[in-house]
């Protein structure tokens, strides 16, 4: 049987993390498998793109787009002509994309078009917020892809209730924890001497880490100064470490808010220096998708800064606690964490890292038969 080969679709931060595993577990199949990755470049900064793939592991990109920078749609047209010309010249038996990016959606309509099969890693999540650009790219990729790979049953749920068969819906687990306990363990055996984030801990006995990014929370000033308040409270009695997206920067030093003395800001980290971060912290305040998964994975008390979330399995089952932007509720809950009464969560089903496994034995069936 010749080998199939497949474009693995990476372009902002959370993508290279996902594809991380799934190489691993195509390289372990080589006599069946052959594999591209298409960077599409959607984020630009070196500290916030390719440190990622020197400290995964992952190889060079065969393809870099350079589609970064200019609005959503910019940016989604740009991927969708360049992705295209490389889809026609040569032609891949399947393109998996990862979650929910601006990339994750051009490249699965450039590749439906083109009649080519789209795996979809990461499908079915909802939050029912049409406010999130994030939850447009989930609904039309899904709308499209041949197969669903999922990361928890709520995944699976909305896929069939939406009408998709069965037969290509797979709850296989979750590639981020793949990577994520992976990396632990890279980490806990590597010096760390040198490495920026361990100096940053070790000013303080105990921790907590902050991370911002979303428009609702950032562009907003009276939501973004509600926040800086709990904040500033918060670090009166757990000093905070706040890794900064430059769109926060931005906005804080627009609106002429300060954090005091006792939230330390520093510039983005890379994945292996915010993992030795976070790992370690008594709480986590963030409104990242990924960082639910991933403090539920490891079992660190996490406060979700949104008012929904289409990981479910984070809040149901993990140690995940939605308290939306309002300073009241933040205060409440990270009270109860210092206070040591913080939600207790488990890891969920199948987050055991072994999900790239079965995606690539999932997809070995897949275009056997296709």
Not at 92 to 104: A, E, F, I, Q
Not at 169 to 181: A, I, K, P, T
Not at 215 to 230: C, K, M, Q, Y
Request: charge should be negative; proline fraction near 5%.
């Amino acid at each position: 049987m010749s080998r199939s080969l497949i474009y693995l679709v990476a372009g902002a931060r959370p993508n290279f993390m996902k594809i991380a595993p799934i190489v691993r577990a195509l390289q372990a199949r080589a006599d069946r498998f052959e594999f591209k990755i298409v960077h599409t470049g959607q984020h630009y900064d070196r500290e916030m793109s390719d440190v990622f793939f020197d400290e995964l592991g992952i190889p060079k990109p065969d393809y870099h787009l350079e589609a970064g920078g200019g609005s959503h749609a910019t940016q989604t047209a740009k991927i969708v002509v360049a992705f295209e010309e490389i889809c026609q010249t040569a032609r891949p038996d399947c393109v998996l994309v990862v979650g929910d990016v601006n990339s994750t959606l051009a490249c699965s309509i450039v590749a439906k078009k083109q009649l080519i099969p789209v795996a979809h890693v990461e499908a079915g999540l909802r939050s029912g917020d049409m406010r999130m650009p994030e939850e447009i790219n989930r609904l039309v990729t899904d709308s499209i892809s041949d197969w669903f790979f999922c990361t928890e049953p709520s995944g699976v749920d909305n896929l069939l209730r939406e009408g998709k068969s069965q037969d290509v819906v797979f709850h296989v687990g979750h590639v981020m924890v793949d990577n994520l306990l992976y990396q632990r363990d890279q980490l806990n055996s590597a010096d760390k001497s040198g490495m920026e984030s361990e100096s940053l801990k070790q000013q303080f006995e105990k921790y907590g880490v902050v991370t911002l990014h979303r428009p609702s929370n950032v562009d907003d000033e009276a939501t973004l100064r509600g926040i800086a308040s709990a904040l500033l409270e918060i670090s009166a009695k757990l000093p905070l470490i706040f890794p900064v997206h430059p769109r926060t920067r931005g906005n804080l030093e627009r609106f002429g808010l300060s954090l005091g003395p006792n939230v330390l800001l520093t510039k983005p980290l890379s994945y292996m220096e915010f993992l030795n971060l976070w790992k370690d912290a008594a709480l986590i305040m963030t409104d990242s998708g990924g960082l639910q998964e991933e403090t539920t994975a490891l079992g660190i008390p996490c406060l979700t800064l949104r008012e929904n979330t289409e990981r479910p399995v984070t809040a149901d089952e993990g140690s995940n606690v939605l308290v939306g932007p309002d300073p009241v509720r933040i205060l409440e809950e990270a009270a109860k964490v210092l206070a040591g009464q913080g939600k207790q969560g488990r890891r969920p089903a199948l987050w055991d890292g072994k999900a790239a496994e079965r995606i690539v034995a999932d997809l070995d069936h897949l275009l056997a038969v296709k």
